[in-house]
């Protein structure tokens, strides 16, 4: 009853905060974003495909940063280049192949 008595309370505080074509507008932008970047994900979005964007996303961040890239050339004693081109490689699958998928029959 507790759970239930604090769900109610917290619904009334968003009630006052926002109005239903708030609530309505906030979802429509959610969703156009969702469809125009891969990386934000959906509701159907699976844990390998969220951990290979966020894989991506990081490769991309080391090789978009130049002091980054520097970083990691002299840490594992490379060229910038050859760095780079890792990066490019690990970007393929960067969480390995993707899991067989479950026939629904």
């Known amino acids: 009853t507790k759970l239930i008595l604090l769900d109610s309370l917290?619904?009334?505080?968003?009630?006052?905060?926002?109005k239903?074509?708030?609530?309505?507008?906030?979802?429509?932008?959610m969703e156009h974003l969702q469809s125009k970047y891969m990386g934000t994900g959906h509701?159907?979005?699976?844990?390998?495909?969220?951990?290979?964007?966020?894989?991506?996303d990081t490769f991309a961040s080391l090789m978009g940063h130049y002091d980054l890239t520097n970083h990691l050339a002299i840490a594992e004693n490379e060229s910038k280049a050859r760095i780079k081109f890792n990066?490019?490689?690990?970007?393929?699958?960067?969480?390995?192949p993707p899991p067989e998928k479950k026939s629904e029959d």
């Not at 239903?20 to 932008?29: A, E, F, H, K, V």
Request: with cysteine; charged share 30%.
């Open 10 to 18: 917290l619904q009334e505080r968003l009630d006052k905060v926002f």
């Open 20 to 29: 239903m074509g708030d609530r309505y507008n906030i979802l429509s932008q």
């Open 43 to 56: 509701a159907d979005t699976t844990k390998f495909e969220w951990a290979t964007n966020q894989h991506r």
């Open 87 to 96: 990066l490019l490689e690990k970007m393929l699958q960067p969480c390995g």
